[in-house]
């Protein structure tokens, strides 16, 4: 799989993609780049966000040898995201996917507030039209919630090892078979997501974005091989949180998969066909 990261959000991230051996990564910045890197494209320097989306960049080269299936990782701060669209055109051929991180908009002011609304909004609208395969929805917020507290120095590094952690599993689990389960291919109009963590003892989830109007959830458990030979019970205790979690108008699944870890972990991907936007600011 490749994966592609613009501007300091999305490259931060990229780079922790780059300690799996999955992944083909490359960077899009305009920052001068620490070291000699085929995978790094420079930007020329824009004086603002529309200048990044007007002015045409020299992408085509950087891009054309990437094909198959395409991960485009983007944050909503700042002003270089407005080369998404640009850099998307390029890609065309490719069967793409958006992670999208949505910044804490309370400490931006109404302009970036309202760029940011404008930026989420539009990728959603193209993923919904099948233009992408699929946008994931990130709130830095939310993922600070699950954490809970953080230090300072480390921050972003603690919120970006969750993020990349937490997806990295779910595309696991989802090129691989499970040992049970009941999964089923989310609706095709149901293309805008967020991922998150369960606690496979209590059920409590902890997702990445608070999704409106949630039409599908599929819960991957990851269980040890011991506790998969052994515990009797689990399947049932696994299928009746899962049945607990169904709501009206709201599809559930699940699939139980064996690992070599000692603890026990479950994640969820919650999927929608609603674009999800905040109010406009005043």
């Known amino acids: 799989m490749n994966i592609i990261g613009l501007g300091q959000a999305g490259c931060s991230i990229v780079d922790k993609f780059a300690d799996y051996s999955q992944y083909n990564t490359y960077k899009i910045d305009s920052a001068l780049p620490f070291l000699n890197d085929k995978n790094y494209y420079r930007l020329e320097e824009r004086r603002d966000f529309e200048d990044y989306e007007k002015n045409p960049h020299n992408l085509q080269g950087f891009l054309e040898r990437i094909s198959g299936e395409v991960t485009f990782i983007v944050g909503g701060a700042g002003n270089i995201p407005g080369a998404s669209l640009r850099i998307l055109e390029c890609l065309k051929g490719c069967r793409t996917n958006i992670l999208y991180i949505k910044p804490d908009v309370e400490l931006l002011n ?10 989420r909004g539009v990728l959603q609208e193209y993923a919904r039209s099948a233009v992408f395969e699929n946008i994931c929805l990130i709130d830095n917020a939310k993922v600070e919630e699950a ?43 149901c293309r805008i997501s967020t991922i998150g963590n369960v606690d496979v003892a209590t059920g409590e989830e902890k997702m990445f974005f608070s ?54 972990y479950a994640f969820c991907v919650a999927y929608t066909s609603k674009v999800q936007l905040d109010e406009e600011t005043a």
């Open 110 to 119: 109404k302009e970036s507030v309202d760029r940011e609304r404008v930026l």
């Open 211 to 264: 999704l409106d109007l949630i039409r599908e959830k599929v819960y991957y458990y990851a269980i040890g091989r011991k506790k998969l030979e052994t515990d009797g019970s689990l399947l049932k205790k696994i299928k009746e949180q899962v049945k607990s979690k169904a709501k009206s108008n709201q599809k559930v699944s699940y699939g139980i998969y064996e690992t070599d870890y000692e603890d026990d």
């Open 147 to 189: 954490l809970g507290d953080i230090p300072v120095i480390g921050y972003y590094d603690k919120l970006n090892d969750l993020i990349v952690s937490t997806k990295h599993m779910i595309n696991i689990f989802q090129n691989t078979i499970p040992v049970v389960g009941t999964l089923s291919i989310p609706l095709k109009v």
